[in-house]
């Protein structure tokens, strides 16, 4: 029988960096260049940009990253100095860890994307001839349109509408 070592000894487990606003890419950075290995969980959404829709890639969690050590770097100190970096975050002065394998499980999925209105929402007209009905969100009509459902004269209507003026009704 041997003396093996648990897994959680052999990986070191991930540290979380709280980062100063918007600045989580030049954190990354100058982490990066330190030595440390870093890891910014991405994710996709669509907005509207300029009245036109758009695919926007921003960070998973706004203003937090996760840093590793390596055996030879253990000393943390020299995080809260990086450029685009606010704090290490701590529970009292131990500084958070997250399970190594938490952060493997989000490096393994793609990033992650997600549509500004989704089948069967609820949606408001806001724009055009039609400005101010209520309509029903059906399914993407090409990269700039959607189809939806109106209900007109008591009779449902299915027609294309421009996915920028769908503004979402709560």
């Known amino acids: 029988m041997t003396n093996a070592l648990p897994l959680s000894t052999i990986i070191a487990p991930w540290h979380v960096v709280h ?4 600045a989580e890419a030049r954190a990354l950075e100058n982490l990066e260049r330190q030595g440390f290995e870093v890891f910014l969980p991405l994710i996709t959404l ?3 940009r300029r009245a036109k829709l758009a695919n926007i890639t921003e960070p998973m969690f706004s203003r937090y990253l996760f840093l ?3 055996a030879a770097m ?3 100190s ?4 990086t450029l685009g970096v ?3 975050v701590r529970f009292g002065t131990v500084p958070a860890k997250v399970p190594h394998a938490w952060v493997e499980a989000m490096r393994v999925q793609p990033a992650v994307q997600e549509t500004l209105h989704k089948q069967g929402d609820r949606v408001l007209l ?5 400005k101010g009905l209520e309509a029903v969100y059906m399914h993407a009509d090409g990269e700039m349109r959607a189809m939806v459902l109106i209900d007109l004269l008591s009779k449902p209507h299915l027609i294309s509408y421009e996915v920028a003026h ?3 009704q709560d």
């Open 19 to 22: 980062t100063k606003p918007r």
């Open 46 to 48: 669509q907005k509207v």
């Open 68 to 70: 590793r050590t390596t």
């Open 74 to 76: 253990e000393d943390l």
């Open 78 to 81: 020299v995080v809260r100095s």
């Open 86 to 88: 606010s704090q290490l």
């Open 126 to 130: 806001g724009d055009g001839m039609l």
């Open 166 to 168: 769908l503004l979402p």
